[in-house]
């Protein structure tokens, strides 16, 4: 079993819908839980971390943790074409402060105007 | 202030040679961790770094691979002895905390290595 999990996508969605990026991770000592966003040839970027069981809003970002279902979620609202990309979910492995950070395979995510 | 800086950006080796990757973390960073990406895929874990320690180095590659991150100066990704499966995107970042609870990770542009 891989420790992030990610549908590859692509996945589609029109212009001012909302998209929905979901994540599985298998380590029940994680902690800390990040979405990170990556353009085509460029680097990865934070976007939204998340630490306690609920949601948490940021602009049109909605990040929501499940603990218990060891599962993440990433909310986009209005979306725009400047979110097409691939969005990276991140979770540090293991009860150890000093942890690596381990991310999963990504969702790319495609607006069609 | 500089943010995660690399080099080189690309690199292009033949099989057999040596690849040294550069990197300098944020300034006021002292963890840095290594990732690998192939195209069209993820990230891939190698090693986690603090100065002068290496604190996790279960993603790297056994033989021919080694990281350092010295008092003064980089990290460097050393590959020795390249072979094509090792073309790939390096990427390093850093943070402020080393604390994979807390801390958020600033990437590099990457180093691209290409093996002939």
């Known amino acids: 079993q891989k420790e992030v999990e990610q549908n590859s996508g692509p996945l589609s969605v029109p212009e001012g819908a909302i998209a929905s990026l979901n994540c599985t991770y298998s380590d029940r000592g994680s902690q800390s839980f990040f979405w990170y966003r990556q353009y085509s040839g460029k680097s990865p970027e934070l976007i939204m971390f998340i630490y306690s069981n609920g949601d948490k809003e940021d602009g049109r970002f909605t990040a929501q943790l499940n603990k218990a279902s060891q599962y993440v979620s990433l909310l986009i609202r209005d979306s725009q074409p400047s979110d097409s990309a691939t969005y990276l979910c991140a979770v540090n492995a293991g009860y150890s402060s000093a942890s690596k950070i381990i991310f999963g395979s990504g969702t790319r995510l495609s607006i069609r105007p | 202030n500089a943010g995660v800086m690399q080099n080189p950006r690309h690199l292009v080796r033949r099989r057999g040679q040596e690849a040294r990757l550069r990197c300098s973390p944020m300034?006021?960073?002292?963890?840095v961790y290594w990732y690998r990406q192939l195209p069209e895929e993820g990230l891939k874990f190698m090693v986690y770094l603090q100065k002068e320690n290496i604190i996790d180095e279960s993603g790297m590659p056994k033989e021919r691979f080694s990281a350092e991150f010295p008092k003064e100066g980089p990290s460097i990704l050393r590959i020795q002895q390249v072979v094509r499966g090792d073309s790939a995107a390096y990427f390093c970042?850093?943070?402020?905390?080393?604390?994979?609870?807390?801390?958020?990770?600033?990437f590099g542009e990457g180093s691209r290595l290409t093996v002939l």
């Open positions: 970042a850093s943070s402020r905390t080393g604390d994979g609870n807390t801390g958020e990770l600033f």
């Open positions: 300034k006021g960073h002292s963890h």
